[in-house]
């Protein structure tokens, strides 16, 4: 037996809540998915569905409490990985400065194989999704049994559930897109839009404190 079954119902009532907050993921996902489309927003998600299982195996194999552990390795990880959002939110409000409209459209913005390579590094580097493992997920582990495989399945079904929220958001963010993508106008204030969510992501995984994956 992999895990306890007396604790899993409540674990999977409390997952499927904490799913439904929107933390960083989330806003990184809908703003790709608002300044690139549909295929764009899909490989986002899918992009920090990997990054989360990474987080997943750090967890795991000890390596995210040693992390947590070290206040320096901290600092390090996580102004990396704000900066990094910092950066794609300044390098898309730019390109909205520059761009035509034909150019802003859905499908002809980063790509789908970015927007995928971009969700990995974003989730992986955000160092609040490891401290939520950390913090969460041990309060239903039952120490008679090896604490290992109980991580990866309760991680698991934490990246399963919050994935299936990202697509939620990027059908509600593709049903939106054609009511402020008639004109040039509303296009780029979408990217402009886009790109500060990006930016103010990053100062939230920088400077905020909430444990919210």
Known sequence: MLIDPGSFG???VAAIVLAFIPGPSVLYVLARTL???KQEGISSTFGTSIGGLLHVILAAT???????ASAHAFAIVKFIG???????????????TQAT???LRPGVTNGAKRAFSDGILTEAFNVKTALFFLAFIPQFLNHTLPVAPQIIVYGLICVFLNTLVDLIVVSCAVWLTPLVKGSATP???MSFGSGSVLVGLGIYLGLGDSMSP
């Open 10 to 12: 409540m674990f999977l």
């Open 35 to 37: 300044a690139g489309g």
């Open 62 to 68: 000890g390596l995210t409490a040693l992390l947590a």
């Open 82 to 96: 704000a900066a990094y959002l910092i950066g794609l939110g300044v390098k898309m409000i730019w390109s909205a």
């Open 101 to 103: 409209f034909q150019e």
């Open 187 to 189: 296009a780029k204030l």
